[in-house]
């Protein structure tokens, strides 16, 4: 038999239902139809799903691992989502929890083509936290924007990326902002090392151009949210660009059914994610510290042979949280403030410094 991916699913169902459920799980996920129709020797031998554990976690709840066929999967991310989780994501006792790939598909993706180090030495942050700041909101005009941008790289952020709901909108078209954006960095002494990552959007040809756009403008990191541009075009656009950064937004990454660790720590990375955004614990959003804690772990794990991912968490961050999240995720992060810098208004240089100030400052290990 070649070998498998494994996917491991928390299924919902009584002791006397949860054999019978996990085989319908492993049909479902790979032949969907029933096994007695198939004749064929070697879809029988090789494509349908195989149950290869149940573990119960606790009353009601068990671990059931599926072993699938790599080869359903070829080279495309798109695919691996629906062999992973594509008709049971529409069972509600079911929840996608994690998986295991073997080398020739870690591979085939290729994880991050910058990461952890590479973003560290664009910020010439080499032991330190990197920082982070938010343009916004939507409907400012590029020169509004570039005037933000101008304040928080004066004020020494490493990183500015756009808001991820800024998009091609006419209030500030894709290229203008771009060039407002980095003009005005251009002109602060000392702001070489800060770095913006405008958001792309729309289709595939477009995001193309954006990124041409972006690159002849001498930008090198860039803002993505793969749920909604759809798996495949984020891997091609990874493929395409070897020295493009891409920093990955969590928007519509709130599938319940699919464990966050999973999805925006692990497999946002194994797609080329070199930066992933994620909503922090005590924020806007209601992930927990242990869910906040395996998704860094998973970003920065080397276990795998793929380059380490950089965790940004963030929704509802402030300075005042500095000191208590670098002590939870410790240097290896990159702390992302929005709303709680620009409502210092015209104190946002001021606010921006004492941000920074409060990152360098701590007393790393």
């Not at 960095?185 to 289709?203: E, N, R, V």
């Not at 954006?210 to 984020?234: C, D, K, Y």
Request: aromatic share 6%; with cysteine.
């Amino acid at each position: 038999m070649h070998p498998r991916l494994k996917a491991f699913y928390r299924v919902r169902s009584d002791r006397r239902s949860i054999e019978a459920r996990a085989l319908a799980l492993a049909v479902e996920q790979s032949v969907e139809m029933p096994v007695a129709a198939i004749d064929d020797p070697f879809v029988r031998a090789e494509i349908i799903g195989q149950v290869e554990g149940i573990t119960e976690k606790e009353s009601g709840e068990f671990e059931v691992c599926i072993a699938l066929a790599c080869e359903t999967v070829a080279d495309d991310a798109g695919q691996l989502i629906n062999m992973l989780f594509g008709n049971s994501s529409l069972q509600e006792d079911v929840v996608l929890d994690d998986v295991e790939l073997p080398p020739a598909l870690i591979t085939c993706f290729g994880g991050p083509r910058h990461g952890l180090d590479a973003l560290r030495e664009r910020a010439s942050a080499r032991r330190r936290a990197l920082t982070c700041a938010v343009l916004k909101p939507q409907g400012l005009s590029p020169a509004k924007l570039s005037d933000l941008a101008r304040r928080f790289a004066s004020a020494g952020i490493d990183y500015i990326k756009d808001d991820h709901g800024l998009a091609d909108q006419p209030y500030s078209p894709f290229q203008a902002r771009v060039e407002a954006v980095v003009n005005a960095l251009q002109k602060i002494s000392g702001a070489a090392t800060c770095s913006y990552a405008p958001s792309l959007s729309g289709d595939l040809d477009a995001m193309r151009k954006q990124i041409e756009v972006a690159r002849a403008a001498g930008i090198n990191t860039v803002l993505v949210a793969p749920m909604i541009m759809g798996w495949s075009n984020f891997s091609c656009l990874v493929r395409e660009n070897a020295r493009i950064a891409f920093i990955a937004h969590p928007s519509m990454g709130g599938i319940a059914r699919i464990a966050p660790a999973l999805l925006i720590g692990k497999l946002f990375r194994l797609l080329g994610a070199d930066a992933v955004v994620f909503p922090n614990h005590g924020g806007r959003f209601g992930y927990s510290p242990d869910t906040c804690h395996a998704l860094a772990r998973a970003a920065l794990t080397r276990s795998d042979g793929l380059r380490p991912c950089l965790p940004v968490p963030a929704g509802g961050m402030s300075t005042a949280r500095v000191r208590e999240m670098l002590e939870f995720y410790g240097a290896d992060v990159m702390l992302l403030i929005g709303g709680a810098l620009l409502e210092a208004r015209a104190q946002l240089e001021r606010a921006t410094a004492a941000f920074v100030a409060e990152v360098h400052g701590y007393a790393y290990d």
